[in-house]
């Protein structure tokens, strides 16, 4: 079973940049269909980013353009870029792995398994 653990989180202020890591736990690809979310405190876990089957990279347009997502198929690891972050941004922040059909569109989190434990961003005004 793969395991992917999230970094890169951390306390910023209003406006500043984040790098977020995601990485396996063994010796596998990250590949394709593989999903950025966050949870928000008080709100349902949401899809913010991901890479489809075929290589599409999507973000949801409540944060485009400020989140990208890209991986590095040297190191094996996923990340999300976020410029500009804002207070709303505050949340836990997940990757994860699907499998079809539920690869190429930013689906909701329930059809998904096996989350990481997340990594905690804190944005301040």
């Known amino acids: 079973q793969l395991h992917l653990v999230e970094s890169g989180g951390g306390s910023v202020q209003s406006g500043g940049s984040l790098r977020l890591s995601c990485t396996a736990s063994?010796?596998?690809?990250?590949?394709?269909?593989i999903f950025w979310f966050r949870q928000i405190p008080g709100k349902e876990r949401e899809a913010v980013a991901g890479?489809?089957?075929?290589?599409?990279?999507r973000t949801a347009d409540a944060v485009w353009p400020r989140f990208k997502i890209s991986k590095d198929n040297l190191k094996n690891t996923l990340f999300l870029d976020i410029t500009d972050l804002k207070p709303a941004d505050t949340g836990m922040y997940y990757c994860?792995?699907?499998?079809?059909?539920?690869?190429?569109?930013?689906?909701?989190?329930?059809?998904?398994?096996?989350w990481g434990p997340g990594t905690q961003v804190t944005v301040s005004s």
């Open positions: 890479i489809g089957s075929d290589g599409t990279k």
């Open positions: 063994e010796d596998t690809d990250i590949g394709d269909c």
């Open positions: 994860v792995k699907g499998r079809p059909p539920y690869c190429n569109s930013l689906y909701p989190a329930e059809k998904y398994t096996n």
